[in-house]
Nanobody, 123 residues
Framework: QVQLVESGGGLVQAGDSLRLSCAAS????????MGWFRQAPGKEREFVGC???????TYYAESVKGRFTISRDNANTLNLEMNNLKPEDTAVYYC?????????????????WGQGTQVTVSS
């Protein structure tokens, strides 16, 4: 049974940093792309960024580019380093796995999802 578990969320102030992690289990995800999405109250889920297995190539949403960094410790562990956080970054953050080696920014392109972790940034 595949399971993705996010951790590291919390309440921080604007300008602070936070590191999220995602531990995947149930199978190996080598060769697959992993990504982060977020959903703020009353808003649709949005792409944050993803990392391809091959070469560790990363893609980011414009809103987080230069502030967020995605990394992958191994085939089943994903991280999201968030710096200079802003109140508009407040959302539930989800880890996701795409059963393919290429990148995708649409949520429909991902096949496994975590339960999410709350990030709240106060002004």
């Amino acid at each position: 049974q595949v399971q993705l578990v996010e951790s590291g969320g919390g309440l921080v102030q604007a300008g602070d940093s936070l590191r999220l992690s995602c531990a995947a289990s149930g199978r190996t995800f080598s060769g697959f792309t992993m990504g982060w999405f977020r959903q703020a109250p009353g808003k649709e889920r949005e792409f944050v960024g993803c990392i391809m297995w091959s070469g560790g190539i990363t893609y980011y949403a414009e809103s987080v580019k230069g502030r967020f960094t995605i990394s992958r410790d191994n085939a089943n562990t994903l991280n999201l380093e968030m710096n200079n956080l802003k109140p508009e970054d407040t959302a539930v953050y989800y880890c996701a796995v795409r059963r393919a080696p290429d990148a995708a920014i649409e949520g429909d392109g991902y096949h496994y999802w975590g339960q999410g972790t709350q990030v709240t940034v106060s002004s």
